[in-house]
């Protein structure tokens, strides 16, 4: 039985919630210890999810009774608990963004590489079924591919109302939209398309400058509210928005050698394919492909925390591990510094 160990259990968008829940459907684990700094917090948490784990004091004793770490706490706090789980000989898995600088990211992804314990980055979008379903596309029908169109983004934070929280302070949460969103795209495009990029330009926006703060007053907002970037690699052509002050689940557009595929979540049994020709144009044939329907997020996070086990237990084949996190995180990089310049800027690969 492999004892999981939760950190983190969230005050406003609990992913450990979907994560517990996945736990908790498979055989293969249990979730034995839980730590927040808020321990009542904590405790409420963990008897919502009936669970019977041991709501730990520090990250240190969460340590001491676990197999493997699944973190959920906001971004600054990756690189340190990480590192701390990779180097106690844990299995760890982390939230995207892995942490929020480039050199944060090298420092995991080096100590991840020195160990044979399992090291994830939780990419959930990876186990949707339409995600699935177009990579296969991709290797199976459609071939090289030229461009890889993609937007999602969130709405709660379009009201002004909202108070400031860690993920509007660039010292905790690193970009906003851009690394909170942006990420998924990106690993998207590698994993459905083969597309990564070693040049990126970008562009950002604070469309909610201030936000009220814990004493009441107004607080500036230190990052971005939304992001339009585009990015080129040897495969191809990227093209990204983002927002966090309103848009769509994921919608992805893709074209290439043998054809043209499009996917939205919004719409998760349905992927709609173009049909192309290899050696000519489209054939004027479109097919929608049906899926078996899935609940939305719970089922993607049942898959994520079973690949997670899966990694445990050896098999790693199609898992993002550190390397991709810190690929990502380049881009990002990349993409930040493409906006504050004003000019295209090359990945550091």
């Not at 927040?36 to 730990?56: P, T, Y």
């Not at 590192?83 to 963004?97: D, N, Q, S, T, Y």
């Not at 703060?213 to 093209?239: I, K, R, W, Y």
């Not at 049942?302 to 990694?311: P, R, Y």
């Amino acid at each position: 039985m492999i004892k999981i160990g939760i950190v983190g259990t969230g005050a406003t968008m609990s992913i450990a919630h979907f994560h517990a829940e996945g736990y908790k459907k498979d055989p293969r684990c249990c979730v034995a210890a839980v730590y927040d700094i808020n321990r009542e917090a904590a405790e409420k948490w963990a008897a919502d999810h009936g669970l019977s784990a041991r709501i730990c004091g520090s990250y240190r004793e969460l340590l001491e009774c676990c197999d493997a770490v699944d973190l959920c706490t906001p971004n600054f706090l990756h690189a340190g608990q990480g590192l701390g789980a990779i180097r106690a000989g844990k299995h760890l898995l982390v939230e995207k963004p892995m942490a929020i600088t480039g050199e944060e990211c090298e420092t995991l992804a080096a100590a991840a590489g020195k160990s044979s314990a399992c090291a994830m980055v939780g990419m959930v979008y990876r186990y949707a079924g339409p995600v699935l379903l177009a990579r296969r596309m991709v290797r199976e029908e459609i071939g090289p591919v030229y461009t890889f169109t993609a937007w999602t983004g969130g709405k709660r934070l379009a009201d002004p109302a909202v108070p400031l929280e860690w993920r509007m302070i660039r010292e905790r949460s690193g970009s906003g939209a851009l690394g909170d969103f942006g990420s998924h795209l990106l690993d998207l495009a590698d994993y459905v398309a083969g597309q990564r990029y070693d040049r990126v330009t970008c562009r950002l926006g604070t469309f909610i400058p201030e936000r009220t703060g814990p004493q009441g007053t107004p607080q500036p907002v230190e990052n971005d509210d939304a992001a339009v970037f585009s990015a080129s690699g040897p495969g191809g052509l990227g093209s990204f928005t983002v927002s966090r002050v309103g848009l769509d689940d994921i919608m992805m557009l893709l074209a290439g050698e043998g054809g043209m595929l499009q996917v939205s979540l919004r719409v998760p049994e349905q992927v709609t394919y173009w049909e192309k020709k290899r050696d000519g144009g489209y054939t004027g044939v479109v097919k929608s492909l049906e899926l078996p329907p899935q609940k939305h997020f719970d089922d993607w996070f049942v898959a994520e925390t079973a690949a997670f086990l899966d990694g445990i237990q050896g098999r790693r084949e199609g898992m993002p591990d550190l390397a991709q996190g810190l690929y990502i995180q380049r881009v990002l990089d990349a993409a930040q510094a493409a906006h504050e310049t004003g000019n295209t800027q090359e990945v550091a690969l």
